[in-house]
């Protein structure tokens, strides 16, 4: 009498994501980026606004981030400044209101000394005939 062994068969493994899922995934995180996060060199105002807040807004600090310094330093590595310049865009860009921009800072940074006087200058010096867009955008 002999002995058959049945070999098991291998189950495959689930299925990656469709690679369709994965570019729409992309496309909806990088949505939610400011309008010029990828395309700063078009973003001429903005960056005009920038550099005169690092300027002209000393100390330009929310919580314990000194912020002027990261304007400076063009401190792009940095989370933090990221965080500011995505969420500064949108203000720019009026996509966020003042408001709506000092609460997200705050709730992101935290209360500081030097809170109040920086946000008044970041909105003083908001122009009042900003674009909704980058040049070359819509």
Do not use: W
Request: proline share 8%; charged share 15%.
């Amino acid at each position: 009498m002999s002995l058959r062994f049945q070999h098991e068969v291998p189950i495959a493994a689930p299925a990656s994501p469709p690679i369709l899922v994965l570019a729409l995934a992309a496309a909806f995180v990088a949505g939610g980026c400011a309008p010029d996060a990828y395309r700063s060199s078009e973003a001429t105002g903005f960056n005009g606004y920038i550099q005169k807040l690092g300027q002209v807004c000393r100390p330009l600090q929310i919580g314990d981030q000194n912020i002027s310094r990261k304007i400076l330093e063009q401190a792009t590595g940095d989370d933090n400044y990221v965080y500011f310049i995505d969420n500064t865009s949108r203000l720019y860009y009026n996509r966020l209101s003042p408001a709506s921009y000092r609460q997200s800072l705050v709730g992101f940074f935290g209360t500081g000394t030097y809170n109040d006087a920086s946000f008044d200058c970041i909105f003083r010096n908001l122009p009042p005939d900003r674009p909704n867009a980058p040049a070359g955008t819509y």
